[in-house]
């Protein structure tokens, strides 16, 4: 009969939703353990992370340089040409034959050091850091915070923001530092770099699972 009929559909359906209901909670539970394995891992991974951040400062020693950040114009620096220390800054004209803005200091020997300094302001040209009578790696040309590692050969040693010869510096430097780093510094920051990627990757898997869960 049509009421029969009607009712089988019925079942039918009803059965339909419970299949579909069943797929949906079996889908969100599966989603729900992907979320807890995600966060179990970045749980993991930051921890990793503190670690190893803990490592790579543990390995950078004390500081060398006196009055990096030019507060005074002290005589630990030795200024060639238009190299002059003013308003917190060591400032050059490009107009110079001079080149070099230097500290000397003594070190140990056959050590690895970490050397950095930044460029405030820059009208033209460019300028590096050497250390120790090594050559210039790299003349930056723009403003920002530039970092090297250096191996120092000798008991004495000399930190030398350099002008470039052929394309003369004018602006102005400022937080030269220099400080003793350990064998696997590198290594480490290459490790923290990694684990960071890894967390980061992580995070947004996370993000985008947690979003489906609340569209679904």
């Known amino acids: 009969s049509q009421l029969n009929a009607s009712i089988t559909n019925a079942g039918l359906e009803l059965s339909a939703l419970n299949d579909d209901l069943a797929n949906y909670v ?3 539970q599966n989603l729900q353990g992907q979320v ?4 179990n891992l970045n749980t993991e991974l930051n921890e990793q992370v503190s670690n190893l951040q803990d490592s790579v ?17 002290s005589l630990d620096w030795t200024k060639e040409g238009t190299w002059t220390i003013s308003g917190e800054t060591a400032n050059r004209t490009a107009l110079s034959s001079g080149n070099e803005l230097k500290q000397t200091f003594t070190t140990a020997n ?16 460019g300028c590096g850091v050497r250390l ?12 920002g915070i530039y970092t090297e590692v250096f191996n120092g050969n000798g008991s004495g040693t000399d930190v030398i923001i350099q002008s470039d010869l052929s394309n003369p510096f004018a602006g102005s430097i400022d937080n030269v530092s220099v400080k003793e780093v350990s064998e696997d510094y590198a290594s480490l920051l290459n490790e923290l770099a990694a684990a960071e990627d890894l967390l980061s990757t992580s995070e947004d ?3 985008a699972l947690e979003n489906q869960i609340l569209g679904s």
């Open 57 to 73: 400062n543990n390995s950078i020693g004390s500081e060398l340089v006196v009055n990096g950040t030019f507060d005074t114009d």
């Open 132 to 143: 120790n009578g090594s050559s210039v790696n790299s003349y930056y040309t723009k403003v």
């Open 26 to 28: 079996d889908q969100n």
């Open 110 to 125: 056959n050590k690895n050091w970490l050397v950095s300094f930044e460029i405030t302001s820059i009208t033209e040209g």
């Open 36 to 39: 807890a394995y995600l966060n």
């Open 205 to 207: 898997s996370l993000q």
